[in-house]
Structure formats: structure tokens, C-alpha cells
């Protein structure tokens, strides 16, 4: 039998089977916490740290990310004051000033509230969100595919950079890429990258009817969180 | 040798081992650390030694090759005992007058003493010398009186002394007291109290514990843990084994970095000699406890100093943080409750136990216990490693240990705690080594990392070689590290190419706020604060770059232009042989002038000029 455990988050006393996360929680309740690197089924690593939220134990306060975050009981949460949100959009500037070139990143900043880019864009490939090798690690066991390198170098590679046997191209190391799905107006030359920042006006919906976000349109890029095929076009 | 079973055979061997030693007439002692390993100690020893054989004195004097005394830079360095007579930079020529004149005769030779180079007098013994009066060397004194390959001579001097009294008569709730008493904090650089993670650690559930000894020290310029694992492994094991005992820990590991070949050798040699004698494995000391150490080495990663990528690493897997919602006192290594603690810290506690809890707190501050090792480089006349005594200013550090500025230029700023650390003004020298206060004031005491800094260096240069190093060293892991201190590093280089402006000053500080507060673990928490330190203290220099296009210290090369002072050329035509671009010209004896189309400001011509009349504006 679940052993349920009965959490605040912004306010809402919502119950969550013990051992899940927070973040996994809080969608159950159609609370959305943006995310990125996070997928139902794989482990969570806090890599995009796009999900932080405060954690208040004992008077203190800590931000930390929600996917790491085990439930207990009494636990209090918010995950969207202030100084979270001016701390996610931070993050989400950093990320599409880095890839532009994807709908779901750029979704992202727009949920996040990204309304200028203050870095020069770099159109780069990957956001190392890890998704696909942990996919591959775990879902498949297969292990073709790993972190190779540290800092800036870091990025995703084959074991000893050519495809093993053991990797059977099943590619869900594609499905679950963020960087499929190019922004709405197409792909993105480089020098000519752009916020893009259409669905701001989805942004309303998205922030008074909370369950609207989950099922919402931004984030349909790369299909967000559990919902998977709530709705997809 | 027999393996000792009770407390009572450790004094007995003690015993034996003083009156061993009370046969030899003089000894000398030469350091033989990292430091004067590179000024070439080896060859002076093997000197020294052919000379005592040659003399016949080799049955009555011991060389004794030690761990680091802490002068490094007047290494090669021996101190001749009983009376401690002091000799610096000695050369395998030098040998033969030791023997000959000091050991024989009980002459001293002047040349090789050490110069105070405030006043330019000889000094004679080392607790003369002005760089170790002002100290209170407790850890590192011992370095000196001991070989770090002989487990007799710790034996000697009352080494393992206080792992028999813990296993003779004290509980492990009783250590933990003391220590929590004593107000012992992580020397690693978070200050967080020891004996409360020593608590957590042994109410933690399960039974499977685990002790782990923290070496892998990557600081630029600090090098305080391998002193000590090189100097004192003993004393490192030893307080292993009290902490292990304390929590209920059967099994330990020390991780040490590869890059320090003789701390991981006497490392191992110090574990095999204590599991010879007994003091390590099955029964210690006849007891019913049983603890084992094995020595890991490190893979060259900075982030591996961090507790959850440590443990990472020893798991055998990539060497990256994992958050630490749970902490790693409950789960640790293999998900069993852990202690990790600094090399330092377990070094400090074989004497908590041994001379008690109130010893320990009488020294220090309020919150800060104890004494802490520097390790003080920069611009100044002595640098090496200092141990003080929590609570002192640190300009007593800067000018008293370590002798003030070179070539007399005013000192600008500290830079504490490493690349997590940062830079303090001279105005806030007064400043006691504190975790809280310099915590407060936006730097760390962190390792003990203490760079001093002087009129020359640029701040913004400053942020910006640190921010380098962090992102090379960062694992990648998590967005705000990686991403963060690379724009950061972006805006930096932009400033010090002058094509900074205002408002990017406060996006720096809004990123650097972001880095700090999401960060995963403690190397992206703690990135941003020699840039929100220097920003803070040295705002101006930031604005002078930006606003007026000048790097005040004349160290960032796009703003800089060279040019000759008339005054002080007297054209030698140094600077013009030196000059690969050839943009110097002049006739002898006349004054010189830079072609400032063909400069490429490398700053050859500037180091070359003896006289200082090739200046930056």
C-alpha cells in the first residue's frame, strides 16, 4: 500500500505518495514548476536547475531544485516568489542565449519570463540537459551514449566516440532531445538568432489557471513533463 | 616488530624508543618537503651524509630528512639540534663546513644564516627568525621532530597516545562531547562544526559507516593538507581512527591527489606501518574495535574536493557533485552514512583529545576554535606556510609574519580562501581570521589560501584569472555553473578589452547572484565571490576600465600604452635589443622612444629595464 504524505506547496496542502519528488508532485496537482532535464521514469540530476524552488526547514529557508527534493511530511514549499522567479529567468536567459535554435528552450524562456537577452546568443547544438543518456542508461540500458569531458568542454559522445554495437538506434536519445523541434518560424541562421517570444500572450492563461500549464502550448515543443500525450500536434 | 596488543606495550615501546634516541649527541634536521625537494634538498642530504661517514660522526648525529617546515622559499633549509641553529639555501658544497665547523665544533656558519630582510641582520636560530615568532605553530612544529616514514618517531614524541586513551577509556558519546566542545570547525573551507556532523553521523541508521580523509586540495597557491599528509600522516591517521572509533566507522579512506607523489607515498607507507604495529586492522590495541584505511588517489579534478564528488570518485564513478538534499552524513558513500573531514581537521584532533576540549576553545575567537595553517604567497618578503591562531588581523599576517611588501610598493588587497574566496581591501586588514566575520565581509577563510596583492595587480585581472581557472575546472554538471561562469567570464574579458559598459557591470553582479544562489554544489555556490568581492571593494577599478578606458595597475594590455620616462632612461639600449617587434628606437645614451603602432604590449622591454623608465599609463 502508497504511503501518502501530505506537503504545502505555494500555499495548497496536496498529498503525494512518500519516496516521490516534489516536482513530480506538484504536476500530479497541475502546480507546474518549469523544468527541463527532468523526464517521468529517469532518475533526476539537477543539471538545468530550472525546477528551484524554496525549501523552508526550521525557520530556514534554502532554494534547492524540486526533482532532487523527496517529499516528507509537512514540508513546506514555494515555488513561486520573487526571488524564484527572477532566479529562473536568470536561468532561462542563460540557456536560449546559449541555444536559440529550439522551440522547447525557447518556450521555456517565455515561460520563465525571459523578455530580453542580455548575452550575445551562441547557437550552440546541446544544453547538456542530460536527457538522452539517461535515456539511454537507464530506460535502455544500453550505455552508448555518456558526458564526456568537464566545464565548457563537456558535451555528448559515444563511448570512445564511435557508435558501439551495443547501441540498437532505437532513438529515443532523439525523442527526448530538446533541440528537435525548431522555433515556430523556422530554424535559425547563426548571427541571426532571436527571442522569439509569440506565446507571451499564453503566458496569462499559463499563470492564473495552473492546470492550463501542463496541457499548455508553450512547452508542446518537446512535450512537458508526465503529460506526455495529453496533447500533442 | 612484534605487533602491540595493549596500551600498556605502546608506553613501553615509547619508552624504549627515547632512550634509543637520547644515545645520539646531535642531529640534523632537513626539511624534505615538496617545496625544498625542488630546490634540490636531495642532493644536500646525500652531501651531508657522505661528510658524517667521512668525519666519523655518523653513529652519534642522525640526519633526519622531515616533512615541510613552512619557509619554502628559503628551502633547501636545515636546522641543526639541540640548538636549532638555522641554515637557509644550502648547497651540496656547504656540507662539509656543517660537519666540519657547526657539528664538530659547534661553530656556526655565518653565510648561511638567515637575513632579516627588513633589517639586515643575521639571524642565528630559528625561533629568532621574525616569520616564526609570530606564529603559533602547533600542527606543523611537529613536522620538524619526525621522519614521516618512521611510525618510531611519532611513537616518540606521543603520537597514538590519544588513540589509547579513547580506546581505553572513553566512549564514543564522550568524544564526540569533547569535540563538540572544543568548537572544532571544518578546516576545508565551510567552517561547519565538526562535532555536530560527528553526531549526525553517529545517529545516522545503519551500521555500515564510513570515515573519509579529504586531500585533495587544488587551490592555486595553497598546498596546506599536503604539508601535513607529507610532514605528519600519523597524526592524520590518527585522529582517522579516534573519528572512526567515535561514529562506529569500519572502514576509511584518505583521498589525495595524484599530483602530490610524496604525500600519497607517505600516505600508504604510514598506513602500512600502523597496520604493522597493529594500530590499524582487526583488535587495535586489544580492543574489540576494528578499522581499516585505504589510500585512494585522485584524478586530477578540482570539483572532486567537494564531499558528493569525492565520494563519487571513490565509487569508481565520474567525478561529478550529486545534490545534497539528504546530507552525506546519512547518505554518503555507497548511500551509508559518512564523515568526511578535511586533513586538517583530523589532524587537529589527536590533541583535542589528549590535552581536552578547553585547551583547544582557549585559543581563537567566539566562534572560530584553534589555530589555522596559511599557506601566504603574493607579493611579499616571506611567504611559505604560516599556522596562527584563530582571531589574528590579518595584517599581522601580511607584515609581521610575512615581512610586508616587496620593493617597497603599497600592498592593495588579500585575496583569502582560493578560488572560492575573496579579495579584501587593506582597509579591512583589521579583519580577524574568522569564518563568520571574513564570511561577512565577502571572502572565506575557505583552505587557508592568502595571496597578497600589491599596487601591480589589476582587480578585474584578478576575477577574471580566477573565473578562468573555475570554468576549466567546473564539472559541467549543472546550467548555472557552467553557463553562468562562462558569461561571467565573457563580460570580464569584455571589460578588460574596454568594450565594457555600465550596465553590464549590473547584469555582472545580477549573475553573479544567480550563480551563487542555484548553483548545485559548493564550487558554483562559492564562484562568483571574487567577483562580487572585487566589485564590491574595488568598484572603481571596474569603472576605470570601462568609463575612462584605463587599467589603473596598467595590467590589462588593450588599455595600457608603454612609453620611456625621460627622467630615468639613460639609454642603454637594453630595451631595444629586447624588443622583438622592433618598436623601440634611440641612440645611445639618449633617451629611447616606443613606437606605439608597432607595440604590441607584451612587456618584455618593461621587465627588461633596470632602471624603471618603461612604464604603462
Redesign the interface.
Known sequence: MLHYVTINVDGADIKAPKGTSVLDAAIEYGICIPHLCHVPGLS???????C?VEHTVNGRTE???SC???VYEGMVIMSNTQ?IR??RR??AE??V??APNSRAIQDIAVRCGVEKV???FRNNDC??CGRCVRACNELWQAKAIG?V??????HVEYVFGYRPDFCKQCGVCVQLCPMTIPPCDGPMKTGEEYLCGKCASQLMIAEAAPEKCIWCELGVGFSCGRYQGAKSR | MLKLSTENDLKVMRKNLINDRRKMSKTIIMCGGTGCKASGYQEVADALNKELLMHGVDSTVRLRITGCHGFCEQGPIAVIEPEYIFYCHITPADAHDIVAKTIKKGEVVERLLYTNPVSGEKIRTESEIPFYVAQERHLLSQNREINPCSIEDYIAIGGYLALAKVLDNLSPEEIIREIKMSGLRGRGGGGFPTGRKWTECYEAPGDEKYVICNADEGDPGAYMDRCLLEGNPHRVLEGMIIGAYAIGAAKGYIYVRNEYPLAVKHARIAVQNARRLGLLGENILGSSFSFDVSVARGGGAFVCGESTALMNALEGKVGEPRPKDIHTVIDGIWHKPTTLNNVETWANVPSIILNGAQWFASKGTKGSKGTKILALTGRIKNTGLVEVAMGTPIRKIVFDIGGGALNGKAIKAVQTGGPSGGCLPVDKFDLPVDFDLLYEAGSMVGSGGMVVMDESSCMVDVAKYFLNFLQDESCGKCVPCRLGIDRMLEIITNITAGRGTLEQLDLLEELADTVTQTSLCGLGKTAANPVLSTLRYFREEYEAHISEGKCPAGVCQALIEYYVDPEKCNGCGVCIKACIHGAISGQKKEVHVINNELCQKCGICRSECKFEAIQAK
Open positions: 533526476d540530476f539537477g543539471g538545468c536547475r530550472l528551484i532554494i534547492t531544485t532532487t527534493l523527496k526571488i527572477r532566479l536568470n536561468i542563460l540557456l542565449a546559449e542580455r548575452y550575445p544544453v547538456l558526458f569531458g568537464r566545464g565548457i568542454d563537456r
